[in-house]
């Protein structure tokens, strides 16, 4: 299953009693949020391209579709750079070489064409945009993406984009220990390996909430009611 080990799965049986946490989405209580899909990690050639990151655009396409249509929150959330030097100067001094650094801080930037969204994603006018600032959306100090689910009365998010292991896993984890009902969508997130998507997919159900395809989800959503 999305490639996790039986072991694993065993585990996660043997703990809730059954493989998956959640049977049904309200959808008007439902965020589908969409993490990094920005050209910067998504067009051919870029220095921190994610191939298969454009191979699951229809899939995050076909899930924003279907909450919408429940009722739900899409939200695209894209990361900046712009000031990381100093809001987070160790990462940029210690952890990256000075020519990735500048290539990050210049790329990321909101006025630069790294920064935005790929084309092929089905942005509507109604959905949400938030800029992230670390890993996680979720972190403090990092956007206000708890602070408009919350307004809108969202308890489940669901998560896609890239990269699965650090900023799709990052988000996922902190929207648990907030007390969101969170799932990883596995055929809408992208890693740089398929060694690295299983293994952050596989740590998520063990542990954080829920793993399943776009089209499990899908099954499980429930329409808001017609007034």
């Known amino acids: ?35 990094d899909l920005q050209n910067y990690f998504v067009a051919p050639d870029s220095p921190a391209e994610v191939p298969d990151a454009r191979a699951i655009v229809p899939a995050v396409n076909k899930a924003a579709a279907a909450v919408r249509a429940a009722g739900g929150t899409v939200v695209w959330v894209g990361t900046t750079a712009r000031g990381a030097e100093v809001f987070w100067s ?77 900023c799709c896993e990052s988000t996922g984890r902190d929207a648990m220990m907030l007390d969101f009902r969170t799932v990883m969508l596995a055929d809408a997130n992208a890693a740089k390996s398929q060694d690295a998507h299983v293994a952050a997919l596989s740590g998520f159900l063990e542990t954080f909430g829920d793993v399943m395809s776009v089209e499990e989800m899908i099954e499980r959503l429930e329409p808001a009611p017609s007034v």
């Not at 996660?12 to 989405?25: K, M, N, P, Q, T």
């Open 90 to 166: 160790h990462r940029h001094t210690e952890l990256m070489s000075p020519i990735a650094s500048k290539t990050q801080l210049d790329m990321l930037d909101p006025d630069s064409e790294g920064f935005q969204l790929w084309d092929g994603l089905a942005v509507q006018p109604q959905d949400l945009h938030v800029t992230k600032r670390f890993y996680s959306a979720m972190s403090p100090g990092s956007s206000d993406l708890e602070t408009q689910l919350r307004s809108r009365g969202v308890d489940t998010i669901l998560i896609a984009g890239t990269v699965t292991n650090v």
């Open 1 to 35: 299953m999305y490639g996790i080990k039986q072991d694993v799965i065993d585990r996660v049986i043997a703990r809730r009693g059954r493989l998956h946490a959640f049977e049904h989405f309200e959808g008007a209580r439902t965020a589908l949020v969409v993490v």
